[in-house]
T-cell receptor
Framework: GAVVSQHPSWVICKSGTSVKIECRSL??????MFWYRQFPKQSLMLMAT?????????EQGVEKDKFLINHASLTLSTLTVTSAHPEDSSFYIC??????????FGPGTRLTVL | GENVEQHPSTLSVQEGDSAVIKCTYS??????FPWYKQELGKRPQLIID?????GEKKDQRIAVTLNKTAKHFSLHITETQPEDSAVYFC??????????FGSGTQLTVLP
């Protein structure tokens, strides 16, 4: 089946620093990827839609200048959390559309901001 | 936008019994309804999905039913096993392919 990888799997950083998370489709090309955030014991909340070669579309309430998304190729999308603060600590998960509307998820990145 | 409600939030069943999780959605334009299983600290895994032109779909012990008129869909797990214990999420999407998730159901299968 389709494989989506994410790197790093976990990261700890100091408040005010930036963190980049990579999402890769390993055996298929993904023109569309999605970024989600999941707080403990909560559901997945869509942050933004990442389309290859164009600007990302952000959901209401998500700061585009804080969460920078780049989808530079058909197999890679990156999410950069800029000037991270403790409230940004969360589980960040990407997904890629494989066919029609089926989405497969990456393993997630646990971000802890001290 | 789409709103998906999921019930119950927690469900405990005895091993071998059946489990049913129900979801409702608000946007009549939604046409794709996947179910995901998520174990603690891991990625959501697609376990079954259904599209709006189908009323029921089954895969071994797992089945999903869809009632488009009432805008609700359900997950049925038969002959539950301890390894079925996890959080289950329903979701809905339309032409934009963006998934809106339900709030999740913590299923515990008691041995």
């Amino acid at each position: 089946g389709a494989v989506v990888s994410q790197h790093p799997s976990w990261v700890i950083c100091k408040s005010g620093t930036s963190v980049k998370i990579e999402c890769r489709s390993l055996d298929f090309q993904a023109t569309t990827m999605f970024w989600y955030r999941q707080f403990p014991k909560q559901s997945l909340m869509l942050m933004a839609t990442s389309n290859e070669g164009s600007k990302a579309t952000y959901e209401q309430g998500v700061e585009k200048d804080k969460f920078l998304i780049n989808h530079a190729s058909l197999t890679l999308s990156t999410l950069t959390v800029t000037s991270a603060h403790p409230e940004d600590s969360s589980f960040y998960i990407c997904s890629a559309v494989v066919a029609r509307d089926t989405q497969y998820f990456g393993p997630g990145t646990r971000l802890t901001v001290l | 936008g789409e709103n998906v409600e999921q019930h119950p939030s927690t469900l405990s069943v005895q091993e071998g019994d059946s489990a049913v999780i129900k979801c409702t959605y608000s946007d009549s334009a939604s046409n794709y309804f996947p179910w995901y299983k998520q174990e603690l600290g891991k990625r959501p895994q697609l376990i079954i999905d259904i599209r709006s032109n189908v009323g029921e779909k089954k895969d071994q012990r797992i089945a999903v039913t869809l009632n488009k008129t009432a805008k609700h869909f359900s997950l049925h797990i038969t002959e539950t096993q301890p390894e079925d214990s996890a959080v289950y999420f329903c979701a809905a999407s339309g032409s934009a392919r963006q998934l809106t998730f339900g709030s999740g159901t913590q299923l515990t299968v008691l041995p």
